[in-house]
């Protein structure tokens, strides 16, 4: 999350564009009307002869791949029956790109933008300088489909000053990150799987003491980075799993928590113990995971993502090695509780130099008709997927070549089914699906924590201060733990964060929170 904040810098370009700049540049675009009749409904997917559709000009964001020549480009034309020329940003600096083309009335049908905080920005100073299509009344008379399968949640977070200027894609709903344990180091020190954090001290201790990975002066019981001194698992046992949690009806940023005091001195006492790396404030995320898959740590802080590379990395140096993840641990007041995430992969609107608005709207509703939206995501039953038991899984390596990049082509998500079908992607290798389905099965909603702010609107002063007071509380966090900070200059470090845009970010996100808590 702090890479993806870092390009929050660019949104000041945006700034400096004035509303009647903006307006002015796509003049003559905001009312034209597409030449299909209201009766030709874009919720068929089988064009009708007689219907002449406009060919749409569409933005994406940036693939390896063309996008006009990518098989799921044919399969939508003929589905939809429309024509879309499909350009992308650039990979370097796209929020530049995007202000000059915006800017200049670049007569595009649909943009599609990643739907970080960066880019969310953006769209909404877009839409509150009246450069986007209000898209609600356009999507009451020909969406049927989007108003029908997307998150309705979802539809309301993505308004701006209470209208719908852009059509979200939801993320996935997923833990990402966790500790993942050596099980061969476990069965050797006769251990069982941690539950609780005291069970988690325990075997620390065992895999420092008895050496299980015969690693003498080299063994780490844990290897974390620097830019990690919130520990995933560790942190969730103090009710902290969140940069910002629920604490009594109030979002609360971590070094505000009454816990955080508590998790510090617990992860500090580790590391005075030597049960974690003493290097961990100089490691990056490669080193962690050499030193994983060398051999030297028992236990490292992954993404399930990463299992195919770590797996392959580990059994190459140590065949008999095995590891998995450690299931959400209990504190000692029976807190629990993994980070889920919660967002927007992408977020697609419509600017007012569009040439075809209405033509826009009926082909993102095109695309949402069950059938249409299915094929267009994993493809073909048995062609580029088998279905057995409710399970999509791909056949290789056609699924790769046609439809790998297919989640580029999305303006929008079948909410229900989607999960479902997005299974198939990550069956491309079955140690992948099984990283994602033991983590995520691990983690019941009992103890799977959504971030509250997943559906934040934009708010200025939390956008402009989160990059920092986030740096601000890491860096804080691990001189805390490598003993550079004490805890009796906590208070000072307090007013320090609260001076520097703590207090404002506060404010603003419960002003929010206030409005959509249950």
């Not at 609780?196 to 895999?207: G, N, R, Y």
Request: charged share 25%; proline share 5%; aromatic share 10%.
């Amino acid at each position: 999350m702090l890479i993806k904040n870092r390009k929050l810098m660019l949104v000041s370009l945006t700034a400096c564009l004035s509303a009647s700049s903006l307006v002015a540049c796509s003049s003559g675009g905001t009312s034209t009307s597409s030449t299909t009749s209201p009766a030709a409904s874009a919720s068929s997917s089988v064009p009708t002869a007689a219907a002449v559709k406009p060919e749409l000009k569409s933005l994406q964001i940036w693939q390896k791949d063309d996008y006009n020549t990518y098989p799921v480009a044919t399969y939508l034309e003929k589905a939809t029956g429309y024509k879309v020329q499909y350009d992308m940003l650039p990979q370097d600096k796209p929020q530049d790109k995007l202000s000059i083309l915006i800017a200049s009335g670049e007569p595009y049908d649909v943009v599609t933008t990643a739907g970080t905080t960066d880019f969310k920005a953006i769209y909404s100073d877009y839409a509150k300088k009246g450069a986007l299509v209000d898209l609600g009344p356009l999507i009451d008379k020909y969406g049927p489909n989007i108003k029908a399968v997307i998150d309705p949640e979802a539809l309301e977070a993505a308004k701006v000053d209470g209208k719908l200027y852009a059509i979200p894609t939801k993320s996935t709903r997923t833990v990402n990150t966790d500790l993942y344990i050596r099980q061969d180091w476990l069965d050797k020190v006769g251990l069982k799987m941690p539950t609780t954090l005291d069970e988690f001290v325990i075997v620390l201790k065992a895999f420092k003491e008895k050496d299980p990975g015969g690693n003498g002066d080299t063994n780490i019981p844990l290897t974390v980075g620097g830019d990690s001194s919130f520990i995933a698992n560790i942190v969730g046992a103090f009710g902290m799993p969140n940069f910002w949690n629920d604490v009594n009806g109030k979002l609360t940023p971590r070094v505000l928590d009454p816990a955080f005091k508590d998790y510090a001195t617990f992860v500090a006492d580790l590391f005075k113990q030597g049960l974690i790396d003493k290097e961990f404030a100089a490691n990056k995320a490669a080193t962690t995971k050499e030193k994983f898959t060398s051999g030297k740590a028992g236990i490292l802080m992954m993404n399930w993502s990463d299992v195919p590379t770590i797996a392959d990395a580990l059994t190459k140096n140590i065949p008999t090695a095995k590891a998995t993840f450690i299931p959400a641990m209990k504190g000692k007041d029976g807190k629990a509780g993994l980070s889920a995430s919660k967002g927007f992969d992408r977020i697609t609107f419509i600017p007012k130099a569009s040439k075809h608005p209405e033509d826009a709207i009926k082909w993102m509703n095109a695309k949402l008709e069950k059938d249409t939206f299915r094929t267009m995501a994993i493809g073909e039953e048995n062609k580029h997927y088998t279905l057995k038991d409710g399970a999509y899984t791909p056949i290789q390596p056609i699924f790769t070549d046609e439809r790998n990049q297919a989640n580029n082509f999305l303006t929008g998500t079948d909410d229900t089914n989607y999960p479902i079908y997005w299974q198939a992607r990550v069956r491309k290798d079955m140690r992948l699906y099984d990283g994602w389905n033991l983590l995520n099965g691990l983690a019941p909603d009992s103890t799977r924590v959504t971030d509250l702010l997943g559906y934040a609107p934009y708010m200025t002063e939390f956008s402009k201060n989160f990059l920092n007071l986030n740096t601000q509380s890491n860096d804080y966090t691990t001189k805390l733990i490598f003993g550079a900070e004490s805890l009796t200059g906590l208070d000072a470090f307090i007013a320090k964060f609260k001076s520097s845009g703590g207090d404002a970010s506060y404010k603003e996100v419960n002003d929010w929170y206030a409005t959509v808590k249950k």
